[in-house]
Structures are given as C-alpha cells and as structure tokens.
C-alpha cells in the first residue's frame, strides 16, 4: 500500500499550539511515540494500544492490558479444576464419530460434525475411555475408537466416551467468540453453537458493540453490562454485530430466543431473561442464583 505524506505549514503547526500550548504539545507527542511505534514493530504497536486500553478502563481488557477474549470450545480453562463428562453418541449418521485428534495426543482438536457437537464434545477435550475401556496414547484412542466403530455397525452399539474437560464454568467477564476469525471451519451450525454456549456457561450476554452498530445500540448494551456488573456477577458475552468472529450470530441468537427478541439479550441457566425480570433487580438476582452464576466478594 502505497503512504502519501503531505507536508503541514509552518502556519497550520503553529495555529495547533497556540491556543492552549501544553494540550496540544501532549496531543502532538502521543501522535508522533504512535508513529515511531508503527514504525518500530507490530508487537511494539500492539502492546501500546494494550496499554492505553488498560489505562481508559476498557470492561473487555484485563489489568496486565491483555483482552479478555477466547474462542468457545478451544479448551482454554479458566481454572485448574476439572471434570470427567460422559459423551454418548447412539448413531454415527456419518459412519464415522466426526472428531480430529491431536497427534501424539488424546485431545480433541476438531469437532467436525454436529452430531459430535451436539453429543458433548468440545475442542480441548482430552478423552480418557471409549467404551468402558481406559485410554492413554493416541493409539490407544485410535485403536479402541476402530473397536467401537465396528460394534455400531455390527449390533449398533452406542459409543460411549469419557473426556476430560477443564472447567468452563464462567467464573470471571470475558468476550466469546464464536470463530477463529477464519470462517467457520466445521459443520457445526451457528445455532447449535449458541445453544451448547448459553448451556455452558450459567450467564451469557448477547450484545452489539462493534462500530458497526449505533451509539443507540451500543448504548443498550453498555446499560445491561452495568447492571450485570452491579449484581457483581461474572459473565461471557458475546457481540453479535462482529461478523468477523462471529459470523451468522445474530440470526442465531434471534431465532433461538424468539421472533420478538431483540437485542441485547441475557441468558441465565440456558433461557433469555424477560424485560420484566430485568427491571426487578431482586428477581434477576434470584434467577442467577439459581442458574449457579457466580459473584464477586462482598455481593
């Protein structure tokens, strides 16, 4: 891409300090340390908007400056603790159990299929049974999955898995996406994606916050984080206007939740909340309670 550079008079410079010099002075700098950090390096660009993030007090940024941001069904924990789910899957409408494997590894690192998704697995998992039978090589998994397989088709017999999933339960704020910003490399359906995410986590927010929505929009939203945020409750939250991440979501969220619905919309224990408990403080509260959301000390 080619830069154009044009030149600023002398008399335009000057204009720009003189009505109140030390403002514009600081105004002037910060522009030009952004310019040599562009011309620096990526890392070095990148860390300053982090930090200037960090500074204006940004709700989706953490206190080190780093976005509170990860993708659903990457695996990535948010605690040590962790948990042995049970995934069933009684039919293999495509002759095969739709995952992909990390290799030298138990985990999952695809789920391909819907059926899959729907059965309980999610990226990160690492499996640790097929059918009764413990697991702890990559071949090991291959070879007892081939097992499984072969019975289905013989006697149609279930496959009956145990994965290892660190805790997702949302214990902390942070921004879902529901993409690796590449499309959606899966057949996984949007609207299965939301499901298995409201089912997830105990409280999920979906919200518009990108540019391309109006301040109005943007302003809805904002107000329901600040409620969330004095219930002391954590929560994830997803913007349903970021098509880069989130390609179809907002389609998706709608039709879930109803042909009336608009947005923002809080989910709590899998259902949308209704206006009207949104408007009774003590209401929603006991909702999140019940859902076994989360809450900051002292709340």
Known sequence: MAVVRRRLSTRRAACLVVPDAQANLAVLLSILALVLLACSSPAALNAAVMTERRRAGDPWFASNGYEIALTF?????????????????PSLPEGRVGINIVKEKCTVSRVLYRDAFLAGFRVGDDIIQVNGRAVASNAAVQRAVRRAVAAYRRRGKPLRFVVRRWATRGTSRGIVRLSNGNGLDHLVPMLDLVRGLVNDYPVVLFLQNSNATTPAERSRSQKLVRLLDALGVAFKAADCADEHFNPGLLHAVLELSGANSS???????????????????????????EAGATFSTGQ
């Open 263 to 289: 947005l923002p919309l809080l989910f709590v224990g899998g259902a949308p909340v209704s206006s009207s408990t949104l408007q009774n403080t003590s209401n929603l509260r006991e909702r999140l309670v």
């Open 73 to 89: 069904g990457e695996g990535a924990g948010e605690t040590p603790a962790y948990a042995d789910i049970p995934v069933e899957m």
